[in-house]
């Protein structure tokens, strides 16, 4: 029975337009996670592509667009390409001995992508059309 009472209230709660704080801020946190996950799946995509394709000099182009893609899902997707990519990057850095300019064409290609700059900047002539 007090099951029944409990998602009566949140029916209420959920359904009125004029939502509590508290309710509000339960649909933007989960607004955020949805996002940030699917930002996490875009930045996937641009990593396995960029695999796929094997594509020399491309590197920064799937840079820009894993970060474009997932930003644009908003602040979640936004904050799972800079950690992810911050994360990369950290790694790489560490372990891949391409050095630190590297590591900062990476990076300014991430900060071009998460703010909307369009990632054909970085695009180099012959990539298939596919990606």
């Known amino acids: 029975m007090k099951l029944w009472v409990c998602i009566a209230l949140l ?5 009125s337009a004029d939502r509590p704080w508290v ?12 996002d940030a996950a699917g ?12 695999r796929e394709a094997n594509y020399k000099g491309a590197d920064k182009y799937f840079h820009a667009r894993g970060n474009y893609d997932a930003a644009r ?4 997707g936004a904050w ?4 992810i990519s911050d994360a990369r990057e950290g790694w790489q ?5 391409r050095g630190a300019e ?3 064409q990476d990076q ?7 703010r909307g700059g369009d990632p054909n900047r970085y695009r180099p002539k012959g990539l298939p059309s596919k990606y």
Do not use: H, I, Q
């Open 80 to 83: 799972a390409a800079k950690v």
């Open 108 to 114: 300014e290609a991430n900060r071009w992508g998460r």
């Open 23 to 34: 309710v509000e801020k339960m649909v933007e946190a989960g607004k955020f996670v949805r």
């Open 11 to 15: 029916s209420v709660l959920c359904v």
């Open 73 to 76: 899902r908003g602040p979640g």
């Open 39 to 50: 930002g996490a799946r875009d930045m996937f995509r641009a990593y396995k592509d960029m």
């Open 93 to 97: 850095s560490g372990v891949s001995g």
């Open 102 to 104: 590297d590591t900062r």
